[in-house]
């Protein structure tokens, strides 16, 4: 027997402080002309020293129940998509179940990258279809600035942090909000070293004593990751369309990765949507990784993008690569 997953409630949340492209004219060499007409980028939320995974996810997670209108008691499973957890180990799905006063949970961290939010839905998903009885939080956090190079300027200007949450369960509307139609997902470890953060893996350990080096820190080649990056969405989200035979007059909203608004303009070029149909808060945020398309989600929600009966197209890219695509039906 088939079941249904629904989102039954979604939070984000970002740090208070704000850092601006002026701002960064200080840091680096750059300028807000570069910054804006690169990226789309105006100003990114920075978390506050000590400021944690886990402590931003439990904020998201606090506005998802809200929404949800459920209480933390009711999580049955908590999935934390995340390349930033405050630890290896305790987890940060563990200190999140901590902080929101549960015990007894499933939990796990999951590194899907940028991904992460689309990885979320579809393993939410598979947890429903095992325990249609579950509740899932499923949450996609990020503080990236903590392995920002802040002296490279190719990339300390594009990222961000933030946290998304989502409580997904088998309840149909009106308990629930958006239908989770279908998700597609993929991945290509060959080009995973267009986009790294090495040090202090397995495969890069330090010794007691170490300097730290650029490793540590995120490295990306920029132009090669664009190009996947189009080429890769665009083609997952013509895969769930066509497999749901749907077209692009059927998608109310189309809300992909908020990396960079060149990327988005392209991918929606190529699937011939609108630019009016896209959905963009990378102005306000830049690139906050696994948690951009679930801080948009909301953002487009409340902006009131996302008419009852709408269909609204998710779509992700990210190291790894991993990518994907999501239908939400509203
Ligand atoms: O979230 C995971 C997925 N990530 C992405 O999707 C990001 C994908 N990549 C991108 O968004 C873009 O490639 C970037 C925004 C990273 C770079 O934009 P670009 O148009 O590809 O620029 P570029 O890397 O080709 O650099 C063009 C020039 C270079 O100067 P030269 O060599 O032409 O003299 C760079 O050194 O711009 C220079 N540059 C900068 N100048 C001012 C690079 N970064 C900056 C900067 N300020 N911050």
């Given amino acids: 027997m088939k079941h249904e997953a ?19 004219e200080k840091i680096v060499e750059t ?4 910054i804006t007409s690169r990226t789309g980028i ?8 000590g400021e944690t995974v886990s402590d931003m996810t439990a904020q998201a997670a606090r506005a998802a129940l809200a929404d949800a209108g459920l209480p933390a008691e009711a999580i049955t499973h908590i999935l934390l998509y995340t390349v930033t957890p405050d630890y290896f180990t305790p987890s940060a799905s563990c200190l999140l179940e901590e902080k929101l006063g549960i015990r007894g ?6 590194n899907a990258a940028c991904s992460g939010y689309l990885y ?6 598979a947890i429903l279809a095992l325990h249609p009885e579950a509740v899932v939080l499923m949450a996609a956090a990020e503080v990236l600035t903590s392995r920002t190079n802040w002296a490279d300027r190719r990339t300390c200007v594009l990222f961000g942090d933030a946290a998304a949450a989502a409580v997904v369960t088998s309840q149909a509307p009106p308990v629930s909000q958006a239908r989770v139609m279908d998700v597609r997902l993929s991945s290509d470890g060959s080009l995973g070293h267009l986009l790294t953060i090495k040090g202090g893996g397995s495969g890069q350990p330090y010794k007691l004593g170490d300097v730290v080096g650029e490793e540590f820190f995120l490295a990306m080649n920029g132009p090669e990751v664009f190009k996947h990056a189009v080429r890769n969405m665009a083609g997952v989200c013509e895969e769930i369309l066509s497999a749901n035979g749907l077209s692009k007059d059927d998608i109310a909203l189309f809300i992909p990765h908020q990396a960079n608004w060149r990327i988005m303009e392209a991918v929606a070029k190529k699937l011939s949507l609108s630019t009016e149909k896209v959905m963009s808060t990378v102005a306000r945020f830049g690139n906050t990784s696994a948690s951009t398309v679930g801080v948009a989600l909301v953002e487009a929600r409340s902006a009131g993008r ?6 609204v197209l998710l779509a992700a890219f990210g190291g790894g690569f991993t990518w994907g695509s ?3 039906q509203f």
Avoid at 105 to 110: E, M, N
């Fill in 6 to 24: 629904y989102i039954r409630g979604i939070g984000y949340y970002a740090p208070e402080k704000v850092l601006t492209n002026a701002d960064l």
């Fill in 31 to 34: 300028s807000d002309e570069w």
């Fill in 42 to 49: 105006k100003e990114r939320h920075i978390a506050a020293p």
């Fill in 105 to 110: 949970r499933v939990v796990q961290d999951v």
């Fill in 120 to 125: 979320g839905l579809e393993m939410a998903r």
């Fill in 306 to 311: 996302i008419p009852a009966g709408s269909t």
């Fill in 326 to 328: 999501a239908l939400l």
